[in-house]
């Protein structure tokens, strides 16, 4: 067998086996990235489902604020029901479009900046659910007048208002200072400059997502098989 014929047939080997891989990496691609959309697919409908939820609490809020517009302490706890509701459809829909948008033939690079956005939109999303906690102080008084709205006697239990007026307002506005402080200290604390701070460390791990946390981990791992494919 000459030389040339040698080199012809190493490089046809050589071709080969580089198409090999080529099929190989694709295949590991295409496995990682179906893990990925696996993890993100209950995400993405567990948003859709919480922009259902707020929509209907907003209609229900924009029919009790305007029975009630001029009655100021019944306006002004709907209100701050609203502006809640209104931010986490933003927050919500932010993920939603963060998740749809994300293109899984890009480079890894690309997929792991869409990762890590989202995994901060999920924190701040818990943050604002935090922040939020004294508005939902308004809940109580809120459906209290509801229900005396509506002429439910059968609920006149959950009357919350009526059965212990002065009661209640003390007990809400004792609770709402405490606990205001409390939840902006939280939310200016909790969030990934002070990853160094262990309790915040912990609290981003807990709520930043486990789907999005093993997403991310799906792609650092393609990426570890690429580098050692190629």
């Known amino acids: 067998m000459e030389l040339a014929d040698v080199k012809s047939m190493w490089q046809a080997y050589d071709s080969k086996l580089e198409k090999s891989l080529k099929l190989n990496l694709h295949c590991l691609e295409q496995i990682q990235t179906q893990k990925v ?3 993100l697919a209950p995400l993405f409908w567990q948003r859709i489902i919480e922009i259902l939820f707020h929509m209907t609490a907003i209609v229900l809020l924009v029919a009790f604020l305007f029975n009630n517009f001029y009655q100021f302490p019944y306006a002004i706890s709907a209100v701050g ?3 809640f509701y209104v931010l986490a459809i933003v927050m919500c829909l932010k993920q939603i479009f963060i998740i749809k948008g994300m293109d899984y033939s890009s480079d890894i690079v690309g997929i792991q900046s869409s990762l890590v956005m989202l995994q901060t939109h999920s924190v701040n999303y818990m943050r604002l659910a935090v922040l939020c906690i004294p508005t939902f102080l308004a809940y109580p008084l ?9 002429g439910l006697t059968g609920l006149g239990f959950l009357d919350i208002g009526s059965n212990f007026h002065s009661e209640w307002w003390r007990v809400e506005v004792i609770v709402f200072f405490v606990l205001t402080p409390l939840c902006i200290l939280f939310y200016k604390y909790v969030s990934y400059k002070n990853i ?10 807990r709520t930043s997502g486990a789907r999005i946390a093993k997403a991310i981990e799906f792609v650092k791992e393609l990426d570890t098989l690429k580098h050692g494919v190629i």
């Open 37 to 39: 959309k696996s993890q």
């Open 81 to 83: 029901l609203l502006v």
């Open 142 to 150: 809120v459906v209290s007048k509801a229900i005396g709205d509506l």
């Open 196 to 205: 160094h701070i262990d309790w915040v460390k912990k609290t981003i791990q």
